[in-house]
């Protein structure tokens, strides 16, 4: 995907997110009747913006600057370190002027309204699409370099157990929750024995440094259609064969397959294939062809794209399993929740140094070419891109840090317990430490984006 295809996605993700958690806080400041004095997705820092429109006593506006927004209330210190209500008594429409409960609760819309965003899309996904069940009799595939190979697994394998509980399907072997456990280790079958690997402490970082699971099922490389005019057909390759190796080089996964054909664009190759006649009204099991097949070897050389002309068939053994409007909320509730707890648990790895700081956390520019690799995967992918991130965004801004939402509800929390308002000097200088913290966190992060892309 190119950057520009990037770029926008990540645009969009950002617009859809801050747009989220800046309503929160603005339909919760409406219900207590305070005054919002401006709304921004974006930043507008010296006053660049690329739209805004007063309606009401609320100026709504895009900043040029696309990395989050702002809801300016009255009366409230916030990202615009604005002091000029300071010469004033508090007014009832004033953030200061309400009781403590009232502006927590405006404080905390922003993070709940994150967490509304993720369950609605897991809910709506979940509602029409189902629930996917993917057998765990489909072998993996272990990716070279990633962290699965690195604790040993092989592609071929068949996963048994985790944490020595017995899974039948991927979605429960690959549940999220996994990778935040204190330990974990996977129970494989192999060549008739049972063997078990135990996953590296850092399993995390590993993963984010790959910027890749690097483990699925196993796509056997089976040909659902060769296109007319083109190599493959003209070398006299079949629609229901199974491709068995290239040049020699033995292949169980359609990935390896066009990896190697992509390589050799122009240059002839050896294609060895597995063939069976098809039986009329039944889909040939590829394990059939395997076992049973006759095998052809055949030259074919690929076209100035790197392609030959095939169609691969989707073979992975799914089921998906359709669910009610109550079955699909408390689905969509169980995996907001499952990924808040992984993602707390994340966090708490990555600060207690059981974690790589420089390589678990991504700034812009890693985020962006997640999304535009999320969005090319179609747009279920992308949706559970947003939702994921809209969960980290709440976690992160519940965080007790000076500037973030979450420093803000401890501040006015101390005020409702010693009830009394503390002085504006010195939530004005909290308010100036935590942003230059922030600003300064995040020049780390996007240095760190670029270079370790």
């Not at 910027?211 to 259609?225: N, T, Y």
Request: charged share 15%; no cysteine.
């Amino acid at each position: 995907m190119d950057v520009l295809n990037t770029t926008f996605f990540f645009i969009v993700a950002i617009f859809i997110l801050v747009t989220a958690h800046e309503l929160g806080h603005f339909f919760t400041a409406k219900l207590f009747g305070m005054r919002v004095d401006k709304f921004y997705i974006g930043f507008d820092f010296f006053n660049m913006r690329l739209w805004k429109k007063k309606i009401g006593e609320t100026e709504y506006g895009i900043g040029v600057f696309p990395l989050g927004g702002y809801v300016k209330i009255a009366g409230m210190v916030d990202e615009s370190l604005d002091t000029a209500y300071q010469a004033s008594e508090p007014q009832p429409w004033e953030f200061r002027a309400k009781p403590v409960w009232q502006r927590l609760v405006v404080l905390a819309g922003g993070v709940v309204m994150n967490m509304v965003l993720a369950a609605v899309i897991f809910i709506g996904v979940t509602l029409a699409l189902g629930e996917s069940r993917t057998t765990v009799d489909n072998p993996v595939y272990i990716e070279k370099g990633s962290a699965f190979a690195a604790m040993g697994m092989q592609t071929g394998d068949r996963i048994a157990a985790v944490n020595g509980k017995e899974v039948t399907s991927w979605e429960q072997a690959l549940d999220p929750v996994h990778f935040t456990a204190p330990s974990l280790n996977f129970t494989l079958l192999r060549d008739g024995r049972r063997i078990t690997l135990a996953a590296p402490a850092n399993l995390l970082s590993k993963l984010n440094e790959n910027q890749a699971l690097g483990i699925r099922p196993i796509m056997p490389p089976v040909i659902d259609d060769v296109l007319g005019s083109e190599p493959a057909a003209k070398a006299g390759i079949k629609p229901g064969a199974i491709i068995t190796a290239i040049n020699g080089q033995a292949v169980t996964d359609w990935s390896e397959v066009v990896s190697i054909i992509s390589a050799h664009a122009g240059k002839p190759i050896s294609v060895a294939w597995k063939y069976l006649d098809p039986v009329p009204g039944k889909m040939t099991d590829p394990a059939e062809i395997m076992a049973s097949g006759s095998t052809t070897v055949t030259d074919v050389v690929p076209n100035a794209e790197g392609r030959i002309g095939i169609a691969l068939r989707q073979t992975l053994q799914t089921e998906r399993i359709s669910l009610n409007v109550f079955e699909s909320i408390a689905s969509g509730t169980s995996q907001t929740w499952k990924m808040s707890v992984m993602t707390v648990q994340g966090f708490t790895r990555i600060f207690t140094g059981q974690e790589d700081f420089r390589k678990s956390l991504g700034g812009p520019v890693k985020i962006a070419k997640i999304a535009g690799r999320s969005a090319e995967q179609g747009p279920v992918s992308f949706l559970y891109f947003l939702a994921v991130l809209s969960i980290s965004l709440a976690v992160i801004n519940i965080l007790p840090v000076p500037a973030l939402d979450g420093g803000q509800f401890v501040m006015n929390a101390v005020e409702g317990i010693i009830g009394r308002e503390l002085p504006f000097e010195v939530k004005m200088r909290i308010q100036q430490i935590g942003m230059a913290l922030l600003l300064s966190l995040f020049a780390y992060i996007l240095l760190n984006d670029i270079l370790n892309p």
